[in-house]
Every structure is written in structure tokens, then in C-alpha cells.
């Protein structure tokens, strides 16, 4: 068990600096390729930060573990708004300007209500891997025009003065082999000592994917929001979680969908995570933008409400994790 304990600290603190390294890869190389900043943030830089749920997914789902998959990627988006935007309005109220942002929460919204009909027959299979390509190939040409039209816009201003260093094309290339190696080294790692985790304490992988992976996932988006929290540039901090949850239904649920199809790893991601997933999504469109069309805004009391929702499922999760655990003594 401590070694598997290991393996996860390990393999997570990898997947975070091989992420950071395919990003300034991936970057480098559209900068050079003369991308705008607006159309790197939103494709290349929003794609690169969910690549450790990519790499933990396409493995998992590989090696048969779909709930660890499915789990991964449903969790991280849980996390991203409960905990990591709860916190960041908590530390700060966060008011975000930018048109393509508030255009972008809904899409975001209806991707997750997207999920729940895909799955709603208790199967994840390659048709609904079909609409998910579908559907990520219809927002990725969405960013692209959005980004070449929003030349003014907030966010276009904000990325400008984030995009890393100018790299030479071949480090570049370079930085993108070393980061891919490194993901799919950390992820097999970290799979492997959830896996044993899993077993050793009579619990299913979805639920070590719901929390344990899925925060540990969310590291790269955690700390892109908090930086951008701390150089008051709100529009980052939330058009990162933002494009990440998309992605993270459009591109990293694809790996399940289409490597290891069929039935949903666990019922009670029907009425349990994937509820919770949405419900967090309608109360940050409630709370941040409402009904009335005024600028997308969260106070400090609105980053509580969507931390204790977070905290409380977390607990939910663990006592049911302890409850069907046969370490858990019996009368």
C-alpha cells in the first residue's frame, strides 16, 4: 500500500511538470507557426492543461479500467468548479469582461447535459464517441473564429501578455517529445498505484477516479487559475476552467468511448456524479451571470457556496467508499 501511495504522489507530481513542459512545447511551436495569442490560449494552451486527464484516460481505458477513465474525467470537472473556482473567489471576487467567456459558459453547460443523454442508456459506446468528435471539432472551430474576431477582446489582451517565451521551433519539438513521454510514463505510474489503492480498500476505480486522480489532474488548471487570480487577470482564471471542462468531455471522454465501449463502469455515475457535474455548472451560470445579462461575476459568497457543494459530495463519496470497504468492521 505505501508503495502504491508512492507510485500516485509520484506519478502526479510528473504528470504536472510533463503537462507544463508539452504546453511551453505546444505554444513555442504555434507561436513560431505565427498563431495569435487569443488562438493559442484557447485551443493549444486550454488542450495542453487536461492533458494528464488525456494521457490517464486513453491508458486507463486501455488497460480495461473504464471507471478509472470515466471517473478522471467527470471528477476533474467537478473539482474544477467546486473546488478550484471556489477557491479562487473565495481568495478574490473574480469579474470577468470578456464576450467570448460568456459565450463560452453555456457551451460548457450544454456539453455537460450533452453527457448525461449520451450515457443516460448506461452505455459509453463509439456512437456517442462519434457526436462527442463531433462536437469538439464543431468548439474547436468556434475558438478559432471567436479568436480571430475578438482581436479587443478581454481575454485576447490578458493572453497576450501571458504566452510563454518565444522557443526555438526545435526545442519546441523537442519539449513536446519530452512531455509526451513523460505523460504517458506518469500516467502508467499513477494508474498503477490507483489500481492498487483500489483493490487494497475494496473500492471501485470510479470512485478513486472521481477524487483522488481527478484533483490530482486538476493540479495544471489549478495552478493557471491562481496565477491568473494573483495578476488580477479574472478572465484567465476562469476561461481556463471553462475550456478545460469542455475538453475534458469532448476530448478525453472520447478515449473510453472509443478504446474500451460498453457499459457505464458504475450506476451511480447516472444519478450521482454526472447530476452533481451539471447542478455545479447551472449554479455557476446563476450565480455568475444570471438571467439578467450583466457581466459574469463571482463574490467570495458565491465561491463558498460552490466550495461547500464540492466538500460535501467529496464526504459523500468517502462514506460510501468506507461503507462498502471490507476494512470497515461489521457488528
Known sequence: MLLSMLAVVVGLA??????????LGAAGLARAAGLSPLIIG?????????SPELAVSALASWQGNSGLAVGNAVGSNIANVGL??????????????????????PMATAASLLLLLLVIDGTLGRVDGAI????????????IRSARRGGDDALATELAGEMPPPVPAGRSILWIAVGLVFLVGSSQLLIWGAVNIAQ??????????LTIVAIGTSLPEL???????????????????LGSNLFNILAILLAPALIDPGPIP?????WRDIPIMIGLMLMLWATAYGLRGKPLRLERIDGALLLSVYVGYTLILLYSAVSESPWTPTN
Not at 42 to 50: A, I, L, R
Not at 132 to 143: D, N, P, R, T
Open 84 to 105: 478550484i473556482l471556489g477557491i479562487c473567489a473565495l481568495i478574490q471576487p473574480l469579474s470577468v469582461q470578456s464576450g467570448i467567456l460568456r459565450r463560452e459558459l
Open 223 to 241: 495552478a493557471a487559475s491562481v496565477a491568473g487570480l494573483l495578476k488580477k487577470e479574472d478572465d484567465i482564471a476562469i476561461g481556463n476552467i
Open 42 to 50: 484557447m485551443t493549444v494552451v486550454g488542450f495542453g492543461t487536461s
Open 14 to 23: 510528473l504528470l504536472v511538470w510533463s503537462a507544463d513542459r508539452f504546453v
Open 132 to 143: 462527442l468528435a463531433a462536437g469538439l471539432v464543431a468548439f474547436l472551430a468556434w475558438s
Open 266 to 270: 458504475d450506476p451511480l455515475l447516472l
Open 200 to 209: 487494497a480498500m475494496g473500492v471501485s476505480d470510479l470512485v478513486i477516479g
